[in-house]
T-cell receptor, first 112, second 111 residues
Framework: NAGVTQTPKFRVLKTGQSMTLLCAQD?????MYWYRQDPGMGLRLIHY???????AKGEVPDGYNVSRLKKQNFLLGLESAAPSQTSVYFC???????????FGPGTRLTVT | AQRVTQPEKLLSVFKGAPVELKCNYS??????LFWYVQYSRQRLQLLLR??SRESIKGFTADLNKGETSFHLKKPFAQEEDSAMYYC?????????????FGSGTQLTVLP
């Protein structure tokens, strides 16, 4: 089992460009989450999903969109990247009734 | 609103010394507290959960509701304990459970 994987690992964007981060999990988990990690601020929840076809906003959703068309995939989109979105992005998944979130390796995004 | 505070950004101890990583929380409901750890070049992973009350890798953490704290302790630190430690508070949100993370403490165990 690969667990939670994230694509790409690194990306540099120019202000105004768009991109999509892909999170995939092979554990058949219902719940999936997108976080951003900034120095001195810990992880903050951007969006989450409780199942295929459903998404919800987290603590810092502005500037991001998400989709969960397939249970195993959770996509995070930046329509018009801004330097404030320079961060490390983590995806996580969890099974219903479980308490542990399983994290991906992260994507380091730089917006210039 | 819920909040998790880790007052120490950096903490250094010598090998064999006791270590305590502080975590305080604010939450109006019944808290569910966790410690997650991120070793160098590894992904974030669960270390322990307050309900289980078990010792993992020699670490323990006791939930003190009176002081709203969940400090992580180990009596004798090892070099392999060097990592980033995050305290997290779990709470219900709609049909899901979310985590609110503290800002993290970078622990360095010196030889």
């Amino acid at each position: 089992n690969a667990g939670v994987t994230q694509t790409p690992k690194f990306r540099v964007l120019k202000t105004g460009q768009s991109m999509t981060l892909l999170c995939a999990q092979d554990m058949n988990h219902e719940y999936m989450y997108w976080y951003r990690q900034d120095p001195g601020m810990g992880l903050r929840l951007i969006h989450y999903s409780v199942g295929e076809g459903t998404t919800a906003k987290g603590e810092v959703p502005d500037g991001y969109n998400v989709s969960r068309l397939k249970k195993q995939n959770f996509l995070l989109g930046l329509e018009s990247a801004a330097p404030s979105q320079t961060s490390v992005y983590f995806c996580a998944s969890r099974k219903p009734g479980g308490y542990e979130q399983y994290f991906g390796p992260g994507t380091r995004l730089t917006v210039t | 609103a819920q909040r998790v505070t880790q007052p120490e950004k950096l903490l250094s101890v010598f090998k064999g010394a006791p270590v305590e990583l502080k975590c305080n929380y604010s939450y109006s409901g019944s808290p569910e507290l966790f410690w997650y750890v991120q070793y160098s070049r590894q992904r974030l992973q669960l270390l322990l959960r307050h309900i289980s009350r078990e010792s993992i890798k020699g670490f323990t953490a006791d939930l003190n509701k009176g002081e709203t704290s969940f400090h992580l302790k180990k009596p004798f630190a090892q070099e392999e304990d060097s990592a980033m430690y995050y305290c997290a508070l779990g709470f219900p949100s709609g049909s899901a459970r979310q985590l609110t993370f503290g800002s993290g403490t970078q622990l360095t165990v010196l030889p």
